[in-house]
């Protein structure tokens, strides 16, 4: 996992609101690896409800999916983007809280089977100050898949930041 991206991260620069403008258009970071396991693709259905047989499934979805097995909800492919955000970091320094404000835009590409690995990486779109306390950090998210050419989504979402002090 590394906080920002290598060339960053080799000027030894971390993300702070004072310096987030510089670090727009680059990558905040990489997580590490998280297996998707049939036991949270099940409790992700019982949370949700969703309970459509390609995900709880297991004997059917062996014998029926055109995936050869279960597949995690795409909704649970998009949750996984928050704890995966707070992994690699990607909170500047001097927020004191940041919330989920919205998705601008979310593509599903590839299914998550039962039991294979993701990772998600992070690249600062813009930061957006809204008054002098907060502002709108827009991130492009992409999860992959390990040993898959095509990522699971690619999702831009905003987060609204609250500073302890004064936007710069």
């Known amino acids: 996992m590394s ?21 727009v258009g680059k990558e905040l970071g990489v997580s590490g ?23 709880v499934d297991v004997e059917r ?9 279960p597949v995690a909800h795409g909704y649970l492919s998009l949750a996984l983007i928050a704890p995966l955000s707070m992994e690699i970091g990607v909170i500047p320094q001097g927020a004191v809280a940041a919330f989920n404000y919205g998705v601008d835009k979310v593509r599903f590409l590839a299914p998550v089977k039962a039991g294979s690995k993701v990772r998600l990486k992070v690249t600062l779109l813009e930061l957006q100050p809204r008054d002098s306390k907060q502002a709108l ?4 998210n992409i999860l992959e898949i390990e040993g898959e050419a095509k990522p699971a989504l690619i999702a831009e979402t905003i987060a ?9």
């Open 61 to 69: 979805a062996n014998r029926e999916s055109p995936f050869g097995g």
């Open 3 to 23: 906080r920002l991206g290598e060339s960053d991260k080799m000027s030894g620069q971390e993300l702070t609101l004072e310096n987030a403008s510089e670090f």
């Open 137 to 140: 950090m827009k991130t492009r």
């Open 33 to 55: 690896w998280r297996v998707v396991d049939q036991k949270m693709i099940d409790q992700f259905a019982a949370c949700t409800g969703d309970n459509q047989w390609i995900h």
């Open 160 to 168: 609204m930041l609250v500073a302890d002090r004064p936007f710069p």
